[in-house]
């Protein structure tokens, strides 16, 4: 993995921009750039030589691939804060839509199945099923606000920039 500066020609952000340095047994190397298309290079591989002519002006950092796996291990136990609260929340409405999906094929038909029916068949199930899910969504909202899960806990600081927040009873939060 490398951090390199951008040289302006495909767009003007002054942002490190991480990206994948690839090379094949063969000796070849090549960008792999997953994001580039948000800042303007749409292609996903790209010949190295041709990737560093158009995109890179300077490179921050290098790095093993194994770092990046740490790097990214890391991060996610270090986020903290508000972004904490808000993932740990995704989290357990992911399980919690699964759940959902799961109760509702057992009751009606797996979603392999569905996926084989006629149209007028097909429209009906993913109907029903969106219904399900619906009802699901509204069950787990009251729920999880009763609980006070939607309530921030405690002072909150993002990157050394401290936001006022309050709760849902309206108190300040930090």
């Not at 038909?109 to 109907?127: C, D, Q």
Request: charged share 25%; glycine share 10%.
């Amino acid at each position: 993995m490398m951090l390199a500066y951008n040289t302006g020609h495909i767009d003007e952000t002054d942002y490190a921009h991480s990206v994948l340095r690839v090379t094949l047994k063969n000796g070849e190397k090549y960008a792999l750039d997953i994001t580039g298309a948000q800042y303007g290079w749409q292609e996903v591989v790209t010949p190295w030589g041709l990737y560093c002519e158009a995109k890179i002006r300077s490179i921050k950092s290098i790095h093993s691939f194994s770092y990046t796996k740490g790097f990214c291990k890391d991060r996610a136990h270090q986020i903290g804060g508000q972004r904490m609260w808000m993932e740990t929340i995704m989290a357990v409405f992911a399980d919690a839509l699964d759940h959902m999906v799961a109760l509702w094929q057992r009751d009606n038909t797996s979603l392999s199945v569905m996926l084989k029916l006629s149209e007028g068949e097909y429209v009906k199930k993913r109907a029903s099923l969106l219904d399900a899910i619906g009802r699901g969504v509204q069950k787990y909202k009251k729920i999880r606000t009763a609980e006070g899960v939607f309530d921030l806990p405690g002072d909150i600081s993002i990157g050394g920039v401290d936001r006022p927040f309050t709760s849902s009873a309206g108190q300040k939060a930090n």
